[in-house]
């Protein structure tokens, strides 16, 4: 079975651009969660969604806005980049949005270059 | 404000000795604590994890111990193996479900 997967890996960006970063997460699992991992940190929440529904959202500005579509996918965009975006954005899924209760599977993530 | 933290960037151990990697938190309101493992290029992977209702959890190699009063946990891997050479994060979970990590510590499992 296909994991969590993310596109793009790689991506540049120049400031002030917007980016899209996509996320299909296991078969069956209906919840997705973002997260930011700033070089030399922990990965930090952005957003859960569940069934379609914002389920969570963790201390980012509104610049950042995600959506889950009917197929369970998901989309993190990111309007007027900064230079301090630059991280590697993972994508997380698990079969409820109970974090204590489920596993969740990370995809290998997509490295955003901000110039 | 970093409410997880792994004071410890980095740890070495020899092949088949134990490992021992400490993680402390600061906000009582945590109540289940998850160990991951991340290898280069791949996403964390979940490892073990811990009620705080709970002091101790094993799972074969690995056993977690939670200290509440200090606010402490750790993680042990016995027999250190190479292939457990990674970055390992803890993190914490509330009951309103949010999630934070620790900035990790690199184990390297020298053989």
């Known amino acids: 079975d296909a994991g969590v997967t993310q596109s793009p890996t790689h991506l540049i960006k120049t400031r002030g651009q917007q980016v899209t970063l996509r996320c299909s997460p296991i078969?069956?699992?209906?919840?997705v969660s973002w997260y930011q991992q700033v070089l030399g940190q922990g990965p930090q929440f952005i957003f859960q969604?569940?069934?379609?529904?914002?389920?969570g959202r963790g201390n980012f500005p509104d610049r950042f806005s995600a959506r889950q579509f009917p197929n369970y996918s998901s989309e993190l965009n990111v309007n007027a980049l900064l230079l301090g975006d630059s991280a590697l954005y993972l994508c997380?899924?698990?079969?409820?949005?109970?974090?204590?209760?489920?596993?969740?599977?990370f995809g290998a993530g997509t490295r955003l270059s901000v110039l | 404000d970093q409410q997880v933290k792994q004071n410890s960037p980095s740890l070495s151990v020899q092949e088949g000795r134990i490992s021992i990697l400490n993680c402390d938190y600061t906000n009582s309101m945590f109540d289940y604590f998850l160990w991951y493992k991340k290898y280069p290029a791949e996403g964390p992977t979940f490892l073990i994890s811990i009620s705080s209702i709970k002091d101790k959890n094993e799972d074969g190699r690995f056993t977690v111990f939670l200290n509440k009063s200090a606010k402490h946990l750790s993680l042990h891997i016995v027999p250190s193996q190479p292939g457990d050479s990674a970055v390992y994060f803890c993190a914490a979970i509330t009951g309103a479900n949010n999630l934070f990590f620790g900035t990790g510590t690199r184990l390297t499992v020298i053989p």
């Open positions: 078969s069956g699992h209906k919840s």
């Open positions: 997380a899924s698990s079969t409820q949005p109970a974090l204590a209760k489920n596993i969740q599977y």
């Open positions: 969604y569940y069934e379609k529904e914002e389920r």
